[in-house]
Every structure is written in structure tokens, then in C-alpha cells.
């Protein structure tokens, strides 16, 4: 697919927005490629994306959920940075994340659990008004998989780092995205993203797949999922 992007004066982003896998890509100005995160990032402080155009093919990939069943360790595939573990982990976070997929065979079945039990088996709910609260790390994170008062409720950043810890205390590499989620069609091919697309998921490494992405955040902000997560 062939994609053409504009974007307005109020962008100042050092990053340039693409799809997650691209074969081809034209944008004004020195913007670096980072293999490991995919991203394109500006060359200095003097450059950004606001007011700029820009174009890419990106690439569809085949991904199923069969073959991803059967893939074989990853160990020794990606860097150490994507298995480590929060420090201070809360014990409360290793329990749920063996109990909640404890009938899942293989590593993906185990990811798959774990999404759907973030979006209706666990009892969780969306709420972006928790994004100003400003509590971040292990305390937090256990917290926000607590039942009780104040606990299953949070906002796509929540749900994204959970699966992640979750998948990395099982043996999974894990990495939380952010960008944007459902646009605006304002005309048969036009589309506008807005600040109010924001979101972040979690990508997983499986080998001879490479990253793949989840959306663990309840219907209400993600309506759907990965169709090989089905």
C-alpha cells in the first residue's frame, strides 16, 4: 500500500510517523533509521515533522496464528533489554501471569490469553482519566492488577506495559509501541489522525516473525484486535 502524509504546523516531532513495516520511503530533510525500534527519527534538534510531507509504501505481513503457535525459542534473538524485569516486582504480578495462561500450550496461545484476559476475562475497565495521575513503576503496575478499589481501571499505556511484564515473566521479549489507532475518514481516501488517536501497544518477539503486535486495552478506546490473535 502507497501511503502520502501531510502533517500541520503544530507536529514538532523529532519521530516521523509510518506504518510499523514499510519497503520504500521519500521525506524532505536528514531522518535516521533505527533498526532496532523501526522508528525515523530526526538527524538533530533543527529538524522535526511539523508542516512537512511525506510518503511510504508500507508492507502488509502474513502473519498466522498456527505458525506462530509452533515457533521455536527466541532466546538469543533480540537484546537482553527486552526480557528484563521491572525491579521490585510485585509477586502479585508473576502469580497472575502463570495463572492466566496456565492452560496455553505454546508461547503465543500464552500471549493470546493474556490479551483476552485484559480485554473480558479479567474484569478490566478503560479510563484515560487515570493518564494525569503521574503513578508509574512496580508499585503501580501491581496495583493496576489488583481487584478491589481502584485497581483494573487505567489507560492504554497500562495495558500495554502490563501484557508486557506479564509476557516477559513468561519466557516472551517485549516491547510497549506508541502511536496512533483509528483515524478520521474525511474523504474516499483521506484520512486525519489527531492527538486523540494516541495509543500504545505491545509488541512480542516470536522467532521467524520478528515483533508482533497485541492490543490487549478493552473495547472502548480498541474495539478490535489482531485478526491472527482470533
Given amino acids: 500500500f502507497d501511503y502520502e502524509l501531510t502533517s500541520t504546523d503544530e507536529f514538532k516531532s523529532g519521530w516521523l510517523p ?72 510485585d509477586n502479585v504480578v508473576r502469580e497472575l501471569a ?7 500450550a505454546s508461547r503465543f496461545e500464552k500471549a493470546v490469553a493474556l490479551q483476552n484476559w485484559f480485554r473480558r476475562g479479567g474484569g478490566f475497565t478503560y479510563d484515560d482519566s487515570r493518564a494525569d495521575s503521574g503513578s508509574n513503576g512496580a508499585d503501580a503496575l501491581a496495583d493496576f492488577l489488583r481487584e478491589g478499589p481502584g485497581g483494573r481501571t487505567g489507560y492504554c499505556e497500562q495495558f500495554a506495559a502490563s501484557m508486557a511484564v506479564m509476557a516477559r515473566i513468561l519466557g516472551i521479549p517485549s516491547r510497549v509501541a506508541v502511536g496512533f489507532l483509528n483515524p478520521d475518514q474525511v474523504d474516499d481516501d483521506t ?39 482470533t
Avoid at 502463570?98 to 496455553?104: A, G, I, L, M, N
Fill in 18 to 89: 509510518t506504518q510499523g513495516n514499510i519497503s520504500a520511503i521519500d521525506a524532505p530533510g536528514d531522518w535516521r533509521f533505527d533498526t532496532a525500534t523501526r522508528d525515523f527519527l530526526a538527524s538533530d534538534d533543527d529538524l522535526d515533522a511539523s508542516n512537512l510531507g511525506w510518503s511510504f509504501r508500507g508492507v502488509q505481513l502474513n502473519l498466522d496464528a498456527n505458525r506462530l503457535a509452533r515457533a521455536p525459542s527466541s532466546a538469543g534473538l533480540v537484546d537482553e533489554e527486552f526480557t528484563k524485569l521491572p525491579d521490585g516486582l
Fill in 98 to 104: 502463570v495463572e492466566v495462561t496456565d492452560k496455553s
Fill in 191 to 229: 484520512y486525519v489522525y489527531s492527538a486523540h488517536d494516541l495509543h500504545a501497544w505491545p509488541e512480542l518477539y516470536f522467532a521467524g516473525a520478528g515483533w508482533v503486535r497485541f492490543e490487549p486495552t478493552p473495547g472502548g478506546r480498541a474495539e478490535s484486535v489482531p485478526g491472527y490473535t
